[in-house]
């Protein structure tokens, strides 16, 4: 009995991961150059929201 319950669910986690693969074989992924200059955009905003400008007294 136990054996019939491993192999079924052996069974679906390979399935399942082959569906999974199948679906996501044709999304687009940003490209490595375009993270990078998101992050280092995002990196920058925070920089100059943390700063105290000359004007906060």
């Given amino acids: 009995m136990a054996f019939w319950l491993i192999l079924a669910l052996?069974?679906?986690v390979v399935i399942g991961n082959l569906m999974l693969l199948k679906h996501t074989a044709n999304m687009?992924?940003?490209s490595?150059?375009?993270r990078?200059?998101?992050?280092?955009?995002?990196t920058k905003d925070e920089q100059d929201s943390s700063k105290p400008s000359a004007n906060d007294d």
Avoid: I, R, T, Y
């Fill in 28 to 30: 687009k992924m940003p």
């Fill in 10 to 12: 052996v069974f679906g």
């Fill in 36 to 42: 990078h200059s998101e992050s280092d955009a995002k």
């Fill in 32 to 34: 490595l150059k375009q």
